[in-house]
């Protein structure tokens, strides 16, 4: 027998096709997105409203395998992260961040990224390889799952007595790895994200972050415009090419066209900025007004990350005062300018944290290998 194709690896277009070459119409791929997305079904039999012949070959010839958890955290904050085993000893995050109006996933992208920038610890790992579309999507799934029985078990729900309520309403591709470097797995996630047969979010809320992949961002301006995240760092070439070394390839001058162009489609008016807050490397007031220059053309709000420190890194976090100072110059100059909360510090849930913190201890894979072994 073939092994089961993994729906989780579609999105609705995708689906149609693949039932078509089976002979079946499109309705029914869109009854079996909505079951597996919007219903968190992963049970074919259970799909009671569709035809008991087409439910036992679904059966025999596909299957909806979301990535297996290996570590299920909660901070004291209610931020809640899962390692996910994706095989061959490689594992990638996933964190839910509850706040009073919203709940935002940050969602991975690769295990491991390429792009090597200095300070993060996901690029340390180096590159291990592409999430599929399915193992991206599938941390959505996933999430809801995990944070739907949460939440059912808290209220005492019945089982068929489910609250449809959104828990996770925002979703932001910064977990790990570089979303733009996998461009049509991430889009085919992204399109189900939007799609009202599986998630049905705005493309306001779904927020794809980039350390700037100018031609990449073209195509997702033309392909799937969704809010964007640019991963700054640094306010001018010298010091961007050392902490961000993409932009060796693509200058900030290009950077700020390519932010231009994508503004004219995307579903918000402003890209955002993040800058990570790098003691005596990028945090000077003088990086403050060169950036106030560097954006001038480009409507942005910023965002300051405080370092997140990890093991033999080389940086630390910049001093909350200087932190305060530095926001403070940008919001004189009218830049929207906000200081990202450290949420989830007890249980490490930033950029590559925790994978980052097994390569540190010994060998990544033989750790890694140790964790995933304690776990299964
Ligand atoms: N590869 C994409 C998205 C993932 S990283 C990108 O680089 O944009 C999400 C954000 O976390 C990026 O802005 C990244 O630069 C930042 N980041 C990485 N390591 C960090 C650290 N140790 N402390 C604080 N922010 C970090
Ligand atoms: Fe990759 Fe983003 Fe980390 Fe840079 S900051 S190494 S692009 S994950």
Redesign the pocket.
Known sequence: MNTPVNLLDFDVDGLIAWFAERGEKPFRARQVMRWMHREGCNDFAAMTDVAKALRARLAEEACIRPPVPVRDSVSADGTRKWLLDVGNSNAVETVFIPETNRGTLCISSQAG?A???AF?S??KQGFNRNLSAGEIIGQLWLANHLLGAAREAEAGLEAGDKDNGRIISNVVMMG???PLANFDNVVTALRLMLDDHAYGLSRRRVTVST?GIVPAMDRLRDECPVALAV?LHASNDALRDRL?P?NVKYPLVELMAACRRYLDKAPRDFVTFEYVMLDGVNDDPAHARELIELVREVPCKFNLIPFNPFPNSGFQRSAPERIRRFAGILIDAGIVTTTRKTRGDDVDAA??QLAGQVQDKTRRTVRLKQTLEVRS
Do not use: R
């Open positions: 990224c792009l090597d920038c993060c996901t690029g790990m790895g570089e350390s991963s961000v993409i950029c590559g």
